[in-house]
């Protein structure tokens, strides 16, 4: 029998050794060792026994045998948690591709080398009477820091060591003379640091409408007995899933259990955190880019050793090493930022999933805009739907009005504002109420449309709008269809054929012309960048010191403001324009979630949507705030055209320094794919391959970039594609040239 061999990364937390190195594997163990397994091994000249992971194994040596040392065994237990996080890279590693160290570095953060934080006191050890005779003493000898010192220790036997140091200015080389004379002890005592900085803990919660505590009860009830599922809350903007997000981990932590509760953007983190806090207390925390690593570090130890029971924060909060988790809630499940954009391409959704199948814990989507992936699920019995129709505060949705923008141009209206909106606005200033006004940039810069007949430019083999490139040509990114752009719209000959661009400080200036004095707030990219400005903003909003908040996305997303009674959607249909078969979803996602931010308190609100396509199905649902209508209409054609979640895609993305290297490998990969096709299968079932093509963005930083996607019915089929792809370029072993994997793209590269 061949001998086998192990490939084995060291310490995924040291970037020089962020490789992998082989080992034989002893008889004894070869039925034991796994992919991903900790294993004991020799390492270095003086064969130190250290852990390790394994991320590969295989009968070729790739170094001498002669020179290949063996596994010593099977690594020490460190706790369950570690061991589940180990199993969960390996099932991201099988499940999106990429590397082992990859999916391992993704789950177990590497290790910074962080201090922990360090609170001392200095603790007096002579008594009054001895401290007051030394203390006359230093006077005599003009030692004004000792004196200093030891005036505060007659009067108080313990002080902080800071204070003595900032307030006092007595140097640390003083307080050693006087600890080296038994005057005083200095007591040190560390702590992890808690990120979480609330001041405002009281607990009050609102009471749960029955539909609420129907929710808890079915949840709970399959809990308890043991048989926890997937469930999908889809409630309309204000109707309380927060509340039922509480209560559910409530009774999770009240079991002995943890959660982990995940929310889609930073923006989020502090309402969300607040509510939890005033519930939980010091036992929540939180996990998010913002924190130091020294923080970072801090809460996965507190985690581990039992500190907290709940954590909050993006994706990167799943791989919080809890020992016993029982529930995971994913709010606004629908939010993109839940899919990794880096190698591995992972959705927070599905490892949830795998994550809770390990701990046989409950997962909890929710979202006034589910995603088609989690509405479908439901829909084939793959998770539990429950409904909440009505508001909390007993409002009603606000009233939507619609405004063609074609017809604005046509009666001499140019302004960024229709003629509804400014109206609306003047009001609001008068009344003392606030306004939102949000731009919908997402997909802003690629597609070209009619300002006549909102006709926008598409392929004619996709059903993806065509991307203008330099001034004259537009281009399918998809299946690579070029042709020159037309000097006027093919639909009504109109010249005024378009791109679209805009920007919140553009909006703002605007703005002030329109109405003089008034005070806003923008919230975008820019003003974003700096720590803790998402609250500050947030913050001077909430407490009135402006009229208008303006902003991108992040501003419709999940915040709770109750003197907002207007908000007004500019360019509603930018997102229709993106070259992206989601492109219907995401914009029925975000007028939806942009009305429900006004009249969430005692008033009624109103929304304006401003759009060059008010007769878009995506539009119409949005206005009439109708889930199921779009639904049914947008999984038609998904179902027509093969896409997710009807169907499954995989993007194989390649990139390189050379642009022929880079498409000829592109083009490579696709004729391997393509000879998988089996032509005996009948057309609507077969493999699909589309493209090779370029990218969006072609180059990017010098590096060309080409994606070839491939459809089909089962995902199964799509992870064999990627095995056999990946074993491809195990043999081509590529010198210059990269490339991933993203199952299910959100976006198109």
Known sequence: MADLYADIIVDISHEKLDKSFQ???????????????????????????????????????????????????????????????????????SHYGGTMIQALKTVLPARKTVKMLEHRTIVRKMDREQVLSLLGECQRKKQHAKARLLQELAD???????????????????????????????????????????????????????????????????????????????GITGSGKTEVYLQLVEEVVARGYQAIVLIPEIALTYQTLLRFYRRFGDRVSVMNSTLSPGEKYDQCERARKGEIDVIIGP???????????????????????????????????????????????????????????????TQKGQARLFELTERLTGGTLPRVYTVDLREELREGNRSIFSRKLQELLQDRLQRGEQTMLFLNRRGYAGFISCRACGEVMKCPHCDVSLSQHGSSTLVCHYCGYTVHKPANCPKCGSKYLMGFKAGTEQIEMKLQELLPGVRTLRMDGDTTKQKDSYEK????????????????????????????????????????????????????QLLTQAAGRAGRGMRPGEVVIQTYQPEHYAVVHATAQDYQGFYEEEILYRELSGYPPA???????????????????????????????????????????????????????????????????KYDTLVQIKDLLEQELQLLQPRYESVQFDFNPLHIL
Not at 565 to 575: E, H, I, P, R
Request: a negative charge; charged letters at 25%.
């Open 23 to 93: 080992y034989r594997v002893p008889e004894t163990l070869r039925d034991k060792v796994e992919i991903g397994m900790r294993v004991a091994i020799p390492f270095g000249l003086g064969n130190k026994v250290i852990q390790g992971y394994v991320v590969g194994l295989g009968e070729e040596c790739k170094f001498d045998p002669a020179r290949t040392k063996e596994l010593i065994g099977i690594g020490e237990k460190q706790g369950e948690s570690q061991d589940r996080m180990i199993e969960l890279a390996a099932f991201i590693k």
């Open 156 to 234: 108080q036997e313990t002080i902080p060591y800071e204070w003595i140091t900032s307030k006092l200015g007595v140097s640390a080389a003083t307080i050693r003379s006087l600890e080296n004379g038994d005057v005083l002890q200095v007591v040190s005592e560390k702590s992890f640091r808690n990120p979480v900085k609330l001041e405002d803990a009281q607990s009050h919660r609102l009471p749960l409408s029955e539909k609420q505590q129907e929710i808890v009860r079915e949840i709970m009830g399959e809990f308890d007995r043991k048989v926890p599922g997937n469930y999908l809350i889809h």
């Open 315 to 377: 994706r990167s909060a799943l791989f919080t090493p809890f020992p016993n988790v029982g529930l995971i809630v994913m709010d606004e499940e629908h939010e993109g930022s839940y899919k990794s954009e880096s190698s591995p391409k992972y959705h927070a959704r599905e490892v949830a999933m795998e994550l809770a199948r390990m701990h046989g814990a409950a997962v909890v989507l929710g979202s006034a805009t589910p995603s088609l992936e989690a509405y479908y699920m």
């Open 537 to 588: 903003i947030l913050s001077a909003f909430a407490s009135g010191e402006a009229d208008v908040l303006i902003g991108t996305q992040m501003i419709v997303k999940g915040h709770d403001f109750p003197n907002v009674t207007l908000v007004g959607v500019l360019a509603a249909d930018l997102s229709l324009g993106a070259s992206d078969f989601r492109s219907g979803e995401r914009t029925f």
């Open 647 to 713: 169907a499954h895609m995989l993007a194989v993305q390649c990139y390189g320094p050379s642009q022929n290297a880079t498409s000829q490998l592109s083009l490579r990969l696709a004729q391997l794919v393509r000879g998988q096709v089996d032509e005996s299968v009948p057309i609507a079932k077969r493999l699909k391959v589309i493209g090779p093509a370029p990218a969006t963005i072609g180059k990017i930083n010098d590096i060309f970039r080409f994606v070839l996607y491939v459809k089909s019915e």
